[in-house]
């Protein structure tokens, strides 16, 4: 029998979906999904983590199963303090953080908000800001999404997402997977809103913030977050790691589980990790 969801209500009235799952003895993992995404994309990592970690999987407003208020756009600092309040709520200390694109980026506004709070992190796909270039590629797969719904919008975006030899070998899941997640009675808004929320986000003068250990992973063959970006986040972070990753593109927990879970596995051990810029 498949969980029933949780549902947590924010002081906003704001209800977000919720799961918890994995060691009840174990450090807290939170996992943050990417844009227009929700906690299936977390599927191919979980069971190499639920057996050491104490894991949160949530949908952010507008995503999955939680509400889509009509107001927007959601602001990327937005949907961290309301992450915040859900840790607030569910008793969540000192968790690592563990986020996907504008996951990450949310990441990054928890760990420069309250240094010192967390365990760690590893960051996927983690640009510091939205450049002019993001923003025209933004505005973009939202025209699409307003003018052909999501398979237009997938067509749009699945170049810049995922390595050639995934998006080749899955693209017809993928396309498929896509219109499930941002349509199947999804509020048209709720999509809009995410992708808008990213606009004008820069957190370039306040990475200096982080306390804590951060790994920041990149595909080599990401064309949407490309390494160059990402490297420039790892460089402002006092105590960074960065870490390129052959064949894979913007999703490496979706393109390579396995592979992913090991990476952070070995990070994570570490007793004493090695930093750099």
């Known amino acids: 029998m498949k969980p029933q969801p949780t549902f947590a209500t924010l002081r906003s009235g704001v209800k ?3 799961r918890v799952q994995g060691n009840p003895d174990g450090p807290w993992l939170v996992l943050l999904n990417g844009l227009l995404s929700d906690t299936t994309m977390w599927a191919g ?7 050491r970690y104490r894991i949160l999987t949530f949908d952010s407003r507008g995503q999955g199963r939680s509400d889509a208020p009509e107001d927007g756009p959601y602001p990327t600092a937005l949907l961290a303090q309301e992450a915040w309040e859900l840790f607030g709520i569910l008793g969540v200390e000192r968790p690592w953080l563990l986020g996907l694109s504008n996951g990450s980026a949310m990441s990054l506004e928890l760990l420069t908000t309250y240094p010192g709070t967390f365990a760690g992190a590893v960051l996927t ?7 002019f270039a993001m923003a025209l590629k933004t505005e973009h797969w939202a025209h699409c999404l307003e003018v052909g ?9 699945a170049p810049f ?20 997640v941002t349509g199947a009675g999804r509020p048209l808004h709720g999509n809009l809103h995410q992708i808008r929320g990213i ?7 306040r990475l200096s913030l982080i306390q804590e250990t951060v790994l920041v992973l990149s595909g080599a063959e990401d064309l949407l977050t490309p390494p160059w970006k990402c490297l420039d986040t790892a460089r402002r972070i ?9 064949g894979i593109g913007h ?11 090991a990476r952070i596995h070995r990070f994570m051990d570490k007793d004493d990790v090695g930093f750099g810029g």
Do not use: N
Not at 149 to 157: C, I
Not at 161 to 180: I, S
Not at 238 to 246: A, D, G, K, L
């Open 199 to 205: 606009l004008g986000w820069d957190i370039r003068e």
């Open 125 to 131: 796909s983690a640009m510091p800001h939205i450049d």
């Open 149 to 157: 719904g999501p398979l237009m919008q997938f067509d749009a975006v």
């Open 251 to 261: 999703a490496y927990p979706v393109e390579d589980p396995k592979g992913f879970v």
């Open 161 to 180: 997402l995922w390595g050639d030899a995934f998006l080749e070998a899955r693209h017809g899941v993928l396309r498929a997977y896509h219109q499930v």
């Open 16 to 18: 977000l979906h919720f």
């Open 45 to 51: 990592v979980l069971p190499g983590l639920t057996g």
């Open 238 to 246: 006092t105590r960074s790691r960065f870490e390129i990753v052959p």
